[in-house]
């Protein structure tokens, strides 16, 4: 938590900035500075230009509130009673069967992150906006809070109240560099001098680059223009006061979007304002810009390019088609629009991995702007955001991923896909290979079917198990799927998932985090930073979490003791690893122990051998004590196998005895061909990700970033075994000791649906009594279990037995509220000595 009389400077006063510093005095902080290069009344970034239209549903839940609190902030702000916001209300229409399936879809995010939305007919549509084709429309869906920011005249408001509150506004004054000492930020370095600072914070917008590059931050985002043009006057709109009323009531009809054909529109009193995705990418380089002068107008600023008539040619042809009213005008003005695109989609946002003091707040749209500037707010005076920041987290990007030539092709390809229908599993087209494990070769010659994650091709499910298929049991054949969930899915994972149960499976766990952490400190800083006891001896394995202030969940780790001061740490992402180097700084710092934390990910590989049989595998292969006895459950050795030097992790993410088995990246293939020739005799197969989901949910496992975020509590998500309230002090357990007293208002529930074939694929909302009260995390079918399961947030008065509903599709799906885990309740199967029964079956059976 940062004190209130630190000295804070504001770079950007656009509607991110400007938001910024009030969220700031509302929360008693006075001494702050904004530096802004353009002229106040107009500072020339993409609010100045930004149409204002405000989309509030988003398969983010994180994204969706930060849109909520703008909308709420907006209309909040205001002069001579009239807000900053035209709450018009929103349409979204449908022109092709694809897209209102894809609005139905979309409407179970609005009803599972709490946005009023309906879907309308065809006949409701053109009622609701008159000026529409009805010879085009299907259906639309109609959300009656989006509107219209008037995101210029807001950024004005709140200059005028937070200057009254004491924030300095500088204008004209760009930055031209950060000065820093000891390791964090001193003061911004302008042409008029030097402004003192503890913290700063940039929300320079698509300038965010530049900015931090004077820290030596990559900031992955790229800008990139967009086409934006006015027609003439429509003749049925004709008397309408122009762009002069701020209560922005130049417009009446709801805000519209026509995704099939990527565009958008809105109302400029007697004209339309038309926005297009569909041209060729248009990237800048910000720097290529120039300084911005002291006189910026409508007509004249940086974000602001000249229009380019020929790559609207299609938007205008199809804007005709959709509203025939605008037959009868032409294209009165154009410009193209500088935003600021990334590789996922997502804002910049939070603190600088690399030095301290240092924040961003980059790649915000005017929709998220107000929710983004409360959680930096929060961050800064709480030390967290109230909303989960996984989803634009600044850090949370691997290293290929910052270079320039991943940003670029990335954001552009983002940019194109803006308003497609983008599957939930959908990998990247390019680029790909950027991260290949040693196995890749082999995977594709049993004809892997890869998606990509962090950059690392991960199979899914692999071609050559297809001829088990005829050889599955009756109970195990896998149940036909829709065409929505059978995207990105095979039934030959029903296949793998069976051999997992039955006989013996490898999975590739090579694309975890793997952290090493090691030095006279690297036990007092675990110890301090993790929720469980990781002091005991060498050779022990914990499953603990990483908790922020408030209790929530940061991630959840495995800590492997391998020698009295070394470590290592399976974690979840990359910002992990930004989040333990920092403390391993602040613990070198103020304790004097040398601790550090190397990244080991790339250096290594991991397989997972798991099932009854695997014992009989490993014992074919190594001379190493693989018993009970010799490893036990949740411990590790160092050991020989196949004459190959390996860490042996006894531990499963599928519910099945196995090990998880390390090596150097350059025995890779070596172990692979070993294990895969012995197992042979025992009907081993090589398995993948779809098969390791439907085994690890029934089984109970949760997922950091799914399952459970800093949103929610250990408590709450079913994971307080991985507490130690007796333990000395850790970060988050004062708060801990309040929430233990307290009953909590929801928790994570495990869900079978009733008819067994329903499969959901996570984020779609769940009713109970006809109201919707949560929303699906993740989900399979559990092959073993034989139902589809699912893991969702419903209030704590659910009980187990309850009837609850699934909203998929706009169809509701009957489910069951059940116990979890859903199988090896006693956890026989992990602590097996010997096989089961089912893997003394025949081998012709076992196939």
């Keep these: 938590m940062e004190s209130s009389s630190q000295r804070v400077v504001i770079i950007g006063a656009g509607i991110v900035g400007t938001n910024l510093a009030d969220e700031l005095v509302q929360r008693g902080w006075r ?16 609010t100045s230009h930004a149409p204002g239209l405000v989309f509030q549903t988003n398969p983010s839940k994180t994204m969706t509130k930060f849109a909520q609190y703008t909308v709420e902030k907006l209309l909040s702000i205001s002069q001579d009673g009239q807000s900053c916001f035209n709450q018009v209300g929103g349409l979204e229409v449908a022109t092709t069967p694809e897209r209102m399936e894809e609005l139905k879809r979309k409407h179970g995010y609005a009803s599972s992150w709490g946005v009023d939305a309906r879907i309308i007919t065809a006949e409701e549509c053109i009622q609701l906006y008159p000026l529409l084709n009805p010879e085009l429309i299907l259906g639309g869906l109609h959300i009656p809070s989006d509107g219209l920011a ?3 005249r807001a950024t004005q408001l709140l200059i005028e109240r937070t200057s009254a509150a004491g924030v300095t506004y500088i204008p004209s004054t760009p930055v031209t560099g950060i000065e820093r000492a000891q390791g964090r930020v001193t003061g911004v370095t302008t042409p008029n001098g030097n402004i003192p600072a503890d913290i700063i914070i940039s929300c320079a917008g698509f300038w965010g680059v530049e900015i931090g590059a004077m820290v030596g931050l990559q900031v992955p985002l790229l800008p990139l223009a967009h086409q934006y043009a006015k027609t003439t006057a429509v003749h049925s709109l004709k008397g309408r006061e122009l762009n002069s009323n701020i209560n922005g009531m130049n417009a009446t009809l709801p805000i519209l979007r026509h995704q099939d054909q990527d565009l958008y529109y809105r109302e400029h009193g007697d004209q339309y304002g038309i926005g297009y995705y569909g041209h060729r990418p248009m990237p800048i380089r910000a720097s290529d810009l120039g300084v911005t002068g002291k006189h910026v107008d409508e007509k004249n600023m940086p974000s602001r390019l000249n229009f380019t008539p020929k790559d609207f040619e299609t938007a205008w042809n199809e804007s005709q088609k959709l509203l025939p009213v605008l037959r009868q005008t032409h294209i009165a003005d154009g410009f193209n629009g500088i935003f600021s695109f990334t590789p996922d989609g997502g804002p910049i946002v939070g603190r600088a991995p690399n030095v301290e003091g240092f924040y961003v707040a980059e790649a915000v749209w005017v929709t998220h702007s107000a929710g983004v500037a409360r959680a ?3 961050l800064l005076t709480t030390g967290r955001s109230e909303t989960d ?10 290293e290929i991923q910052l270079s320039k030539e991943y940003v670029s092709e990335t954001s552009q390809q983002n940019f194109v896909e803006v308003y497609d229908i983008i599957h939930p599993l959908a990998p990247k087209i390019s680029p790909r290979n950027l991260r290949l494990s040693p196995f890749n070769t082999r995977q594709r010659e049993l004809g892997a079917y890869f998606l990509e994650v962090g950059g690392w091709e991960r199979p899914f499910w692999y071609e050559a198990n297809k001829d088990l298929l005829p ?21 030959i994972s029903a296949v793998e998932a069976w051999k997992t149960r039955n006989a013996v499976a490898v999975y590739d766990m090579t694309a975890f985090h793997r952290f090493e952490v090691f030095g006279p400190g690297a036990q007092d800083l675990l110890q301090r930073l993790t929720t469980s006891d990781i002091t005991k001896s060498p050779g022990t394995i914990t499953y603990t979490l990483l908790l922020d202030e408030q209790g929530g969940i940061k991630s959840d780790v495995f800590v492997s003791r391998l020698e009295k001061d070394v470590y290592q740490v399976g974690a979840n992402t990359a910002v992990d690893l930004h989040y333990l180097n920092r403390e391993a700084l602040l613990h070198r710092k103020h304790s004097k122990q040398y601790v550090q934390i190397r990244d080991i990910t790339g250096a290594t590989c991991c397989m997972g051998l798991w099932g009854p049989r695997s014992r009989e595998v490993i014992d074919s292969l190594s001379t190493d004590d693989f018993s009970n006895k010799g490893l036990p459950y949740f411990h590790v050795i160092k050991a020989t196998v196949a004459g190959i030097p390996v860490l042996a992790f006894r531990k499963s993410y599928v519910g099945e005895l196995g090990w998880e088995i390390q090596t150097s990246a350059e025995y890779g293939q070596r172990l692979w061909d070993s294990i895969m020739q012995s197992g042979k005799l025992h009907g081993i197969v090589a398995a993948g990700r779809a098969a390791l989901n439907s085994l690890r949910i029934e089984k109970g496992y949760r997922t950091y970033g799914s399952d459970m975020t800093t949103e929610h509590s250990p408590f709450e998500a079913g994971i307080a075994y991985a507490v130690d309230m007796n333990k000395e002090d850790f970060v988050g357990k004062a708060a801990l000791q309040r929430l233990i007293k307290q009953t909590p208002s929801k928790r994570l529930h495990c869900l079978t649906i009733d008819d067994g074939q329903s499969v959901v ?31 969702a947030w419903l209030p704590a008065r659910v009980r187990e037995g309850q009837a609850v509903e699934i909203e998929y599709f706009g169809c509701r799906i009957r489910a069951t509220v059940s116990s979890d885990p859903l199988f090896d309740v006693s956890n026989s199967r992990l602590l097996a000595q010997t096989s089961s029964v089912e893997s003394q079956l025949p081998i012709k059976s076992r196939l």
């Design 376 to 378: 930096v707010a929060e």
């Design 150 to 152: 008037l995101a210029a």
């Design 31 to 46: 001494n702050i500075t904004v530096v802004e290069q353009g002229p106040l009344q107009m500072p020339g970034g993409s």
């Design 761 to 791: 694929l996570g984020k779609e909302p769940v009713f109970l009594d006809n109201k919707a009260v949560g929303y699906v995390t993740t989900a399979a079918f559990g092959f073993t279990v034989r139902k589809p399961v699912a893991f």
């Design 471 to 491: 050889y599955l049991p009756a109970n195990w054949q896998p149940v036909e799927r829709d065409a929505w969930t059978a995207q990105h899915y095979s039934p």
């Design 389 to 398: 920041l996984a989803d634009c987290e600044l850090s949370r990007f691997e």
